[in-house]
């Protein structure tokens, strides 16, 4: 499978513990992108990287997120100090990046409970 | 800034009888415009997209889009829908500087009733 792969699919943690996701984009996708989705909600925004730089970060995300895309492959989501808020779907995307009408791919999840 | 209005939370459309679910969006200068479909327990799936050119695109399961830049709306249509349409759709945008992001409206549940 040549998809988009994301792992954990399902993390369940208590408030106050840290948690780190991991996402493999479609390897010829140089744009990965990283979204938070609650249900029946779209997408929200909250990091993109092309290649190893990240473009641009949502000004929702508090301090507590962090995102690395160290040699522009794979990427990790960490979240701090895990509040009940953040329990969510945490998507990631890729795609071919820069001028260009390009769609993207998107990974199963990781569905994310804060206890 | 870039935004993409889904008016609509849900729509309901008996099978066999047209279907079009609305988008309008924002942005500065030319869009690229997509949609996608989500199902249930299931990821984005990428449905169609207008770059330039012919204002009425065709995608994936027989759906189209047709782009209005005077009323910068790009709405998604089927001519006869089927149960199996059922799902949650998404609008999203980009702008066609190179480090535009996409953006994804809020979603509508479309409701196929048999």
């Known amino acids: 499978d040549t998809g988009v792969s994301q792992n954990p699919r399902h993390k369940i943690t208590k408030r106050g513990q840290n948690v780190t996701f991991r996402c493999d984009p479609i390897?010829?996708?140089?744009?990965l992108y990283w979204y938070r989705q609650t249900l029946g909600q779209g997408p929200e925004f909250l990091t993109y990287f092309q290649n190893e730089a990240q473009l641009e970060k949502s000004r929702l995300l508090s301090d507590r997120f962090s995102a690395e895309r160290p040699k522009g492959s794979f990427s990790t989501l960490e979240i701090q100090r895990t509040e009940q808020g953040d329990s969510a779907m945490y998507l990631c995307?890729?795609?071919?990046?820069?001028?260009?009408?390009?769609?993207?791919?998107f990974g199963p999840g990781t569905r994310l409970t804060v206890t | 800034a870039q935004s993409v209005a889904q008016p609509e939370d849900q729509v309901n459309v008996a099978e066999g009888n047209p279907l079009t679910v609305k988008c309008t969006y924002s942005?500065?200068?030319?869009?690229?415009l997509f949609w996608y479909v989500q199902y249930p327990n299931r990821g984005l799936q990428f449905l169609l997209k207008y770059i330039t050119g012919d204002n009425l695109v065709k995608g994936s399961y027989g759906f189209e889009a047709e782009f209005n830049k005077s009323q910068t709306s790009f709405h998604l249509k089927k001519p006869s829908a089927l149960v199996s349409d059922s799902a949650l759709y998404f609008c999203?945008?980009?702008?066609?500087?190179?480090?535009?992001?996409?953006?994804f409206g809020k979603g509508t549940r479309l409701h196929i009733l048999p």
């Open positions: 942005v500065s200068g030319n869009p690229y």
């Open positions: 995307a890729s795609s071919l990046g820069g001028i260009g009408a390009y769609e993207q791919y």
């Open positions: 390897s010829e996708h140089n744009r």
């Open positions: 999203a945008v980009r702008g066609q500087n190179r480090d535009d992001k996409i953006i």
